[in-house]
C-alpha cells in the first residue's frame, strides 16, 4: 500500500505528471512553470465516492452486486516520511453497487483498529473473500512492537461489521494481502510491500526492526518477490509456509533487483482468465501496474507488459474483476486531493485480447 513520497523527478517531470502528459509517475507536485499553469488534467475516470478519501480498491462480486474494500485515507498532518507514517488509516469502510456507472453507496465504518487487540496503527490495503457461509476480511496493521503483520476479521455481511480474531495470522507478515479462490475451492494469499511495506526487513526470515527502509537488494540479483501461500479451510490459517513469487522475463531468468520498470514492489492481485493465471502487481518507484501469466496459482508467471500508465500521484494500486461478462479495473489517483495521501478509487473496463494479453489502458484522456 505505501509508495515512498520524495520523488527525485526534476521539477518539469513532476509538472508533466500533473497534467497527465509524463511516461512515468512522481508525486502530484503544485510546481509549474507560467506556460503550464493554465493546463488540467483530463481523467478517464471519475472518483466513485467523494465524501470521503478511499484508496487500494480490492472488489469482489458477492450475489451479483460489487463490493470495494478500499483503504479509508485520512489527514493526520503528519509530514510526509519513508516509514508511510502520514498514511494514518485507522478504519476501513466498504463500499457498494448494483451497477457500473450506478450509485456508490458508503456503508460505514466495517473494522476500526480500536477493535482490533494487537494492533496499533496504520490500517493498510485490505482484501475480503467469502467462504463456508461466513465473509473474511483481510488487512495489515502494525502490531504493538511496530512491525506489519495480516490480521483477519469475520462477519456475515459483505458489508461488515466484521470481528477481528485475537491474534495476527501466524507466519504472516508485511502488508498487501490479496486473497484468490480458485475454480478447485482452494484459497491462496499474495503478500508483500517494499519500502513501508517492510519486506526487506524480513529477508532473514525474522524482523529486523533495524533494517533498511528502503534497500531492495543488490542490482544484479533477483528481486524481492511477493509471497504466496496457500489459506487453510477455514480460511483463518496458512496451510504451509509463504513461498516466493516467481517473476521471470521470457527467457525464464528471474527478475532483477535494478529491473525497476518490471519487478515486483507491491500491490499484488491476481484473476482467472481462459485457464491462465494472471499475477498483476505495482511496480512502486517507477508506477506502474504489470502482469504476469502462469499455468499455476502458486506460478511460476512470465512478465508481459504494462497494462496501467502511471496514474496522478504516486501510488497505484488495484483490483480486476469481471462483472456482467465484462472484466474492469480498479485503481485510484489524487484527482480530488492532489495530495498524495488522500485518495480517490476509480473503475475503468479492462479488455484481454484475442492473444491473451492485456489492453494497455492510460488513466488521462488526451
Given at each position: 500500500?505505501?509508495?515512498?513520497?520524495?520523488?527525485?523527478?526534476p521539477a518539469v517531470i513532476a509538472?508533466?505528471t500533473?497534467i497527465?502528459l509524463a511516461?512515468?509517475?512522481?508525486?502530484a507536485?503544485?510546481?509549474?512553470?507560467?506556460a503550464?499553469?493554465?493546463k488540467k488534467?483530463?481523467?478517464?475516470?471519475?472518483?466513485?465516492?467523494?465524501?470521503?478519501?478511499t484508496?487500494d480498491?480490492?472488489a469482489?462480486?458477492?450475489?451479483?452486486?460489487?463490493y470495494?474494500?478500499p483503504?479509508?485515507?485520512i489527514?493526520?498532518?503528519?509530514a510526509?516520511n519513508?516509514?508511510g507514517?502520514?498514511?494514518a488509516?485507522?478504519?476501513y469502510h466498504v463500499?457498494?453497487m448494483?451497477?457500473?456507472g450506478?450509485?456508490v453507496t458508503d456503508?460505514?465504518v466495517a473494522?476500526d483498529?480500536?477493535?482490533v487487540?494487537w494492533a496499533?496503527?496504520?490500517m493498510w490495503?485490505?482484501d475480503a473473500?467469502?467462504k463456508?457461509?461466513?465473509?473474511?476480511l483481510?488487512f495489515?496493521?502494525?502490531?504493538?512492537?511496530?512491525?506489519?503483520q495480516?490480521?483477519v476479521?469475520?462477519?456475515t455481511?459483505p458489508?461488515g461489521?466484521f470481528?477481528?480474531?485475537?491474534e495476527?495470522?501466524k507466519?504472516?507478515?508485511?502488508?498487501d494481502p490479496a486473497v484468490f479462490?480458485?475454480t478447485?475451492g482452494s484459497?491462496?494469499m499474495?503478500?508483500?510491500?517494499?519500502?513501508g511495506g517492510?519486506?526487506q526487513?524480513w529477508?532473514t526470515?525474522?524482523?529486523?526492526a533495524n533494517g533498511?527502509?528502503?534497500?531492495?537488494?543488490?542490482?544484479?540479483?533477483p528481486?524481492?518477490?511477493?509471497?504466496v501461500?496457500?489459506?487453510?479451510?477455514?480460511?483463518?490459517h496458512?496451510d504451509g509456509?509463504?513461498?516466493?513469487v516467481q517473476?521471470?522475463d521470457?527467457?525464464g531468468?528471474p527478475?532483477?533487483t535494478?529491473?525497476?520498470?518490471r519487478?515486483?514492489?507491491?500491490?499484488?492481485?491476481m484473476?482467472?482468465f481462459?485457464?491462465?493465471?494472471?499475477?498483476?502487481?505495482?511496480?512502486g518507484?517507477?508506477?506502474?501496474?504489470?502482469?504476469?501469466?502462469?499455468?499455476k496459482?502458486?506460478?511460476?508467471?512470465v512478465?508481459q507488459?504494462?497494462?496501467?500508465?502511471p496514474?496522478?500521484g504516486?501510488?497505484t494500486?488495484?483490483?480486476?474483476i469481471?462483472?456482467?461478462?465484462?472484466?474492469y479495473?480498479?485503481?485510484?489517483?489524487?484527482?480530488l486531493?492532489n495530495?498524495?495521501?488522500l485518495?480517490?478509487v476509480?473503475?475503468?473496463?479492462?479488455?484481454?485480447?484475442a492473444d491473451?494479453?492485456i489492453?494497455?489502458?492510460?488513466p488521462f484522456?488526451?
Amino acid at each position: 500500500m505505501y509508495r515512498q513520497l520524495k520523488s527525485k523527478l526534476p521539477a518539469v517531470i513532476a509538472v508533466a505528471t500533473l497534467i497527465g502528459l509524463a511516461g512515468c509517475g512522481g508525486t502530484a507536485t503544485k510546481t509549474t512553470t507560467t506556460a503550464d499553469s493554465a493546463k488540467k488534467p483530463k481523467f478517464l475516470s471519475e472518483p466513485l465516492i467523494k465524501s470521503i478519501y478511499t484508496a487500494d480498491p480490492s472488489a469482489h462480486v458477492f450475489n451479483g452486486k460489487i463490493y470495494i474494500y478500499p483503504s479509508h485515507d485520512i489527514d493526520a498532518g503528519i509530514a510526509d516520511n519513508d516509514n508511510g507514517d502520514e498514511y494514518a488509516m485507522r478504519d476501513y469502510h466498504v463500499l457498494s453497487m448494483d451497477s457500473i456507472g450506478g450509485k456508490v453507496t458508503d456503508n460505514g465504518v466495517a473494522l476500526d483498529v480500536k477493535d482490533v487487540p494487537w494492533a496499533s496503527k496504520q490500517m493498510w490495503a485490505p482484501d475480503a473473500d467469502f467462504k463456508n457461509g461466513t465473509y473474511y476480511l483481510y488487512f495489515p496493521v502494525r502490531n504493538k512492537e511496530g512491525a506489519f503483520q495480516i490480521g483477519v476479521a469475520t462477519g456475515t455481511s459483505p458489508v461488515g461489521p466484521f470481528k477481528a480474531q485475537p491474534e495476527p495470522i501466524k507466519g504472516s507478515f508485511s502488508i498487501d494481502p490479496a486473497v484468490f479462490t480458485d475454480t478447485d475451492g482452494s484459497t491462496y494469499m499474495y503478500f508483500g510491500g517494499i519500502w513501508g511495506g517492510q519486506l526487506q526487513k524480513w529477508t532473514t526470515g525474522k524482523y529486523d526492526a533495524n533494517g533498511s527502509k528502503t534497500d531492495m537488494g543488490k542490482p544484479d540479483e533477483p528481486a524481492l518477490s511477493c509471497k504466496v501461500v496457500k489459506l487453510s479451510k477455514d480460511m483463518m490459517h496458512f496451510d504451509g509456509k509463504p513461498q516466493d513469487v516467481q517473476l521471470v522475463d521470457s527467457a525464464g531468468k528471474p527478475l532483477l533487483t535494478k529491473d525497476h520498470d518490471r519487478r515486483f514492489f507491491e500491490g499484488s492481485f491476481m484473476h482467472k482468465f481462459n485457464n491462465k493465471y494472471y499475477f498483476t502487481y505495482s511496480t512502486g518507484d517507477t508506477h506502474l501496474l504489470c502482469y504476469a501469466i502462469g499455468d499455476k496459482p502458486t506460478g511460476k508467471f512470465v512478465y508481459q507488459g504494462v497494462f496501467l500508465k502511471p496514474v496522478q500521484g504516486w501510488t497505484t494500486h488495484h483490483s480486476i474483476i469481471e462483472f456482467k461478462n465484462k472484466w474492469y479495473l480498479f485503481y485510484h489517483d489524487t484527482e480530488l486531493s492532489n495530495r498524495n495521501h488522500l485518495r480517490n478509487v476509480k473503475v475503468t473496463e479492462l479488455t484481454h485480447n484475442a492473444d491473451g494479453s492485456i489492453g494497455l489502458i492510460d488513466p488521462f484522456v488526451h
